[in-house]
């Protein structure tokens, strides 16, 4: 009598098969669907930061990929775009600009959503609440001590300038992942609990 393990995935892309050439795919197509995200954007004539679907895709990348391959993949896309591709908001690379702060927010927040992801957070819609609440204020703590030294403003302004304006959009963006990632793991739970099982 032989005992089969049952591989249970820890993030939605576990439940892919392909080991490193799928690992290299995902973190490229989510720099690439952040690139993408970043182009819809809607320019504020008050703040230098526009309202955009970038973070959406930065949180969305982090718990569906986990903490490696969505870490990267925002590294990825932040080394890419300072080095010149036009892919941060408004066709931007580089560095020199105030909402810079948010970028390198990213890379740390998707982190830290794909560590919480993998213990099961995003499996209910309180628990992607929660997380996307949380990756939205590890961006925040970065991003808008940034533009407040960008453009010389203290931490006030720079938060009525960098937070004030985009909280409705973010209440916009959790409450879809709250729908997509729970919804995602539903239809995925039969063939993830069986994904990598060997064959008989």
Same mark, same amino acid.
């Given at each position: 009598?032989?005992?089969? +393990?049952?591989?249970?995935?820890?993030?939605?892309?576990?439940?892919?098969? $392909?080991?490193?050439?799928? &690992?290299?795919?995902?973190?490229? /197509? +989510?720099?690439? @669907?952040?690139?993408?995200?970043?182009?819809?954007?809607l320019p504020l004539p008050f703040t230098p930061v526009p309202i955009s679907l970038a973070t959406?895709?930065?949180?969305?990348?982090?718990?569906?990929?986990?903490?490696?391959?969505? $870490?990267?993949? =925002?590294?990825?896309?932040? *080394? *890419?775009?300072? =080095?010149?591709?036009?892919?941060?908001?408004?066709? &931007?690379?580089?560095?020199?600009?105030?909402?810079?702060?948010?970028?390198?927010?990213?890379?740390?927040?998707?982190?830290?959503?794909?560590?919480?992801?993998?213990? /099961?957070?995003?499996?209910?819609?309180? $628990?992607?609440?929660?997380? =996307?609440?949380?990756? &939205? @204020?590890?961006? !925040?703590?970065?991003?808008?001590? !940034?533009?407040? +030294?960008?453009?010389?403003?203290?931490?006030?302004?720079?938060?009525?300038?960098?937070?004030?304006?985009?909280?409705? $959009?973010?209440?916009?963006?959790?409450?879809?992942?709250? /729908?997509?990632?729970?919804?995602?793991?539903?239809?995925? /739970?039969?063939?993830?609990?069986?994904?990598?099982?060997?064959a008989r």
């Amino acid at each position: 009598m032989t005992t089969q +393990a049952v591989f249970r995935p820890r993030v939605l892309a576990d439940v892919i098969p $392909g080991g490193i050439v799928r &690992n290299v795919s995902l973190v490229l /197509g +989510a720099a690439a @669907l952040t690139g993408a995200a970043a182009q819809i954007a809607l320019p504020l004539p008050f703040t230098p930061v526009p309202i955009s679907l970038a973070t959406f895709a930065v949180l969305l990348s982090g718990a569906a990929l986990g903490p490696l391959r969505g $870490g990267l993949a =925002m590294v990825l896309y932040l *080394a *890419a775009g300072v =080095m010149g591709v036009p892919w941060f908001s408004d066709q &931007n690379s580089g560095f020199g600009f105030p909402s810079f702060g948010y970028i390198i927010g990213f890379v740390l927040a998707a982190t830290l959503v794909g560590a919480l992801a993998q213990r /099961g957070t995003d499996r209910s819609v309180g $628990g992607v609440v929660w997380l =996307m609440v949380l990756g &939205n @204020l590890v961006i !925040y703590a970065v991003g808008v001590p !940034y533009l407040a +030294a960008s453009i010389g403003v203290d931490l006030p302004q720079a938060l009525a300038l960098g937070t004030l304006p985009f909280l409705i $959009g973010d209440g916009l963006k959790i409450a879809l992942a709250a /729908g997509l990632l729970p919804g995602a793991w539903r239809l995925v /739970g039969g063939s993830g609990s069986e994904a990598g099982r060997p064959a008989r």
